[in-house]
């Protein structure tokens, strides 16, 4: 067995040009030209094989652990670290966090064979249909994806929440912020943090949530005007002068659903090590996360001008981004909202009052942009006698049974069903 040498067909190829080289059937010159090597490593070769034979085509360093290994200690205390505290972590992601956390250097593709090896599973990224790349907008700001992303954010340790994310289109820069759940309220609260923060964008891309996009129908008026039914929030970015692009499908706003993915696989295990179980403490870990996120993983835009604007003086953030109501004002200048009595303490002379909920939870009842006195009826007077309540089971009513002389039966022909005996009588006098 010592005798029998195992090679690869590029071994096989070399000790055969070898060979030719020292049998003087070609020149060492033209050997190098077949091998693509050099003619000194050609003469390297060719002096091996005289001195050890046909193995010393055989690289020397085969069969032998490189000084560049890792020593085996250290590779189980990071499969012991993989398979417990960085379990489910993909290997770019463990290696990373080795480093980061426990200084400790290691290649992706090092753990990725080791994952095999080990059988250590993990997410992998899945195969994905065929989509139409779109060219990104030239200038930051220009356009905004935004999006909720429902998902088991905390894997159980709180209660569940929805990711509000905003990407932007030209550079990738990530706004992001966890609320309770995805709505009218929310969507308004985020997006004005997103202002203060970076400034009006130019234009925004939403799917047709049902906060987002109005499902109603457009009323009379609309219709005259040729405008379509809006929702609140879709009104507040109007106000704002922001276009709105509604996308027809969610694969059309990729970079947002994408960057979703991202957070679901990189930002779950980050909270994960730090024992993250609720809103408050994701969102103020989201404000050291993000910065680090950005920096790494945004690019440069086609265009250096940028397209937010800055917000106006005098402009007031509060009272265009709430949720306006338009009520009834009563005779007795009380209104009704959400179940609630309001008296009106003002005199004004209207059948309508708008009733604005902002987004920090105060509410205001204003009448041409005037905010309007009020106060909320709390007690309302209880009737003497109440009137009493009706059964909900309704009561068995007989049957009607049709007189044996009615007209429709007298005038019936004979044998048509079953006649009784007092039928008889009449049916034999016709």
Known sequence: MEDILAMSQRELKRLH???????????????AKILGISQRQVRRVVRRVRELGDKGVIHLSRGKISHRATAEAVKKKILGFCKDRYAGFNPTFASEKLFERDKITISREALRQWFIAEGIRYDKRKARPHRQWRERK??????????????????????????????????????????GYEGTVPAMDSFKRYILKYGIPASIYLDRHAAYKSKGKATIEQELAGRAPMSEFERSLDDLGVRVIFAQSAPAKGRIERLFKTFQ??????MRLRGISSIAEANKFLKTYLPVFNKRFNVLPLESE???????????????????????????????????????????????????????????????????????????????????????V?????????????????????????????????????
């Open 17 to 31: 040009v070898i060979r030719k080289a020292i049998d003087k059937g070609i020149t060492q010159a033209e050997a």
């Open 138 to 179: 030239a200038y930051y700001g220009e356009m905004v994806q935004m999006d909720g992303s429902h998902h088991a954010w905390f894997e159980g340790r709180g209660k569940p929440c929805v990711l509000m994310g905003y990407i932007d289109d030209a550079t990738g820069a990530v706004y992001a912020r966890f609320y």
């Open 265 to 270: 696989d990189r930002l779950i295990k980050e």
């Open 306 to 392: 940028d397209l937010h604007r800055p917000l106006p003086k005098g402009l007031q953030l509060d009272k265009i981004l709430a949720v306006k109501t338009i009520r009834a004002l009563r005779n007795d200048f009380t209104v009704v909202h959400e179940g609630n009595l309001y008296q009106v303490e003002d005199n004004i002379r209207s059948k309508e009052v708008v009733v604005e909920e902002r987004i920090s939870g105060s509410l205001l009842i204003t009448y041409k942009g005037r905010a309007l006195r009020y106060k909320q009826i709390t007690a309302r007077p209880k009737r003497i006698q109440e009137a009493p309540k009706k059964s909900s």
């Open 394 to 430: 309704p009561a068995t009513k007989k049957p009607y049974t049709i007189p044996w002389d009615h007209p429709w039966k007298k005038f019936r022909l004979p044998g048509s069903y079953p006649i009784k005996a007092k039928e008889e009588v009449l049916v034999g006098a016709l």
